[in-house]
């Protein structure tokens, strides 16, 4: 009996065994990543939509209520974003800050 061919077909055999459904997962994964950044893109346009038509109130704007001085706003990531201020500002700074837990703005959306 010969050894090599043996080992080799195990070691063919295992990593066609967990090779396929990790393969499989990967493709399902990247293909729902896509999909989902492809919904988050229709939504946006659509709401844009919605807005510039005048079917949705215009998005209410944080340095409209807490009275931010123009120097503030120009460095803020929220300014003139197409997103409401905390979505913005999650983005810019990889998590919501703390001081939008207590906006008006935030609140009552």
């Known amino acids: 009996m010969d050894t090599l061919p043996d080992w080799l077909l195990v070691a063919a055999l295992t990593a ?3 090779g396929v459904p990790l393969a499989a997962t990967l493709l399902v994964g990247y293909l729902l990543a896509r999909l989902d950044a492809r ?3 229709e939504e946006l346009a659509r709401q ?3 807005r510039a038509a005048g079917e949705l109130p215009p998005l209410a704007r944080c ?3 807490t009275g931010c001085s123009e120097a503030k706003r120009q460095a803020c990531a929220a300014y003139n974003a197409p997103l409401p201020c905390w979505m913005a500002l999650r983005r ?3 998590r919501m ?3 939008c837990f207590t906006c008006p703005v935030f609140v009552n959306a």
């Open 63 to 65: 340095w409209e209520k």
């Open 97 to 99: 800050p703390e001081r």
């Open 39 to 41: 919904w988050k893109a």
């Open 92 to 94: 810019a700074e990889g």
């Open 16 to 18: 066609l065994r967990i």
């Open 48 to 50: 844009q939509r919605a």
